[in-house]
Every structure is written in structure tokens, then in C-alpha cells.
């Protein structure tokens, strides 16, 4: 039973330690990433734009032919 219990503390001890060690790692190789985002942005915001021209381009000229067909009518 003794064994049992001293197997169970080190095991416990040695995850905690590698715990330990993963996390304090874990910072000391994070990276900046802070001109890759700053792009991204950039990116998504012209992405943005051009998507918000291709639908106001698209209604307007779904509004122009709506209008050529009814006056064709006529």
C-alpha cells in the first residue's frame, strides 16, 4: 500500500512539473504576430470594400434593366 502511495505522489509530481514546464515555455516561444494581423485587416477591409461595390453594382444594374424592360413595354 505504501509503494502504491509513493508511485501515485511522484507521478503526481511529475505531471505537475511538466505542467509547469509547458506553460512557462509556451510564453518564451510565442511569436509576434501583430504585421500579420495589422495585414489581414488591411486585407479584409479592402475585401470588404469591394465586395459592398460588386452588390451596389449588381442592384443598380438589376434596377437599370427592370427599367429598360418596362419602358420597352410601352
Given at each position: 500500500?505504501?509503494?502504491?502511495?509513493?508511485i501515485l505522489?511522484?507521478?503526481?509530481?511529475?505531471?505537475?512539473?511538466?505542467?509547469?514546464?509547458?506553460?512557462?515555455?509556451?510564453?518564451s516561444f510565442?511569436?509576434?504576430?501583430?504585421?500579420?494581423?495589422?495585414?489581414?485587416?488591411?486585407?479584409?477591409?479592402?475585401?470588404?470594400?469591394?465586395?459592398?461595390g460588386g452588390?451596389?453594382?449588381?442592384?443598380?444594374?438589376?434596377?437599370?434593366?427592370?427599367?429598360?424592360?418596362?419602358?420597352?413595354?410601352?
Amino acid at each position: 500500500m505504501k509503494t502504491l502511495k509513493n508511485i501515485l505522489v511522484s507521478k503526481r509530481a511529475k505531471a505537475g512539473l511538466l505542467l509547469t514546464s509547458v506553460v512557462a515555455s509556451g510564453s518564451s516561444f510565442a511569436a509576434d504576430y501583430s504585421t500579420e494581423i495589422g495585414t489581414a485587416i488591411t486585407d479584409g477591409t479592402t475585401n470588404y470594400g469591394l465586395i459592398i461595390g460588386g452588390v451596389i453594382s449588381v442592384a443598380a444594374l438589376g434596377f437599370a434593366i427592370g427599367m429598360i424592360v418596362s419602358k420597352l413595354r410601352n
